[in-house]
Nanobody, 121 residues
Framework: QVQVAESGGGLVQPGGSLRLSCGAS???????MGWYRQSPGKERELVAD???????RYAESVKGRFTISRDNAKNTVYLQMNSLKTEDTAVYYCNVRVLEFRATWTSSDYWGQGTQVTVSS
């Protein structure tokens, strides 16, 4: 069983910064760790993710403002969010993809409970 827990959300003014943290436990075969977000009435969307080897992708809306980083030894991923906008307001979820062997090798997704980020003046 893989457990995922994120933290670091809060209330911040436009232009401010927050740093989200996410740790995963229960697996030594994590392939990708990343961040998704969801606002009321919208579908969950990718913010950023990173593979074990260091390949990174960002949503176009956050490029240049957000930075994702990983500590593979600690199974931890971070999201540094700078120059925050009101449009960034959402619940942010940590996503962990794990390679598991059942009948065959399979990638499975695990999710944290979410942390609220509110950007408001």
């Amino acid at each position: 069983q893989v457990q995922v827990a994120e933290s670091g959300g809060g209330l911040v003014q436009p232009g401010g910064s927050l740093r989200l943290s996410c740790g995963a436990s229960g697996s030594s075969s994590i392939t990708t760790m990343g961040w998704y977000r969801q606002s009321p009435g919208k579908e969950r969307e990718l913010v950023a993710d990173a593979t074990h080897s260091g390949s990174i992708r960002y949503a176009e809306s956050v490029k240049g403002r957000f930075t994702i980083s990983r500590d593979n030894a600690k199974n931890t991923v971070y999201l540094q969010m700078n120059s925050l906008k009101t449009e960034d307001t959402a619940v942010y979820y940590c996503n962990v993809r794990v390679l598991e062997f059942r009948a065959t090798w399979t990638s499975s997704d695990y999710w944290g409970q979410g942390t609220q980020v509110t950007v408001s003046s």
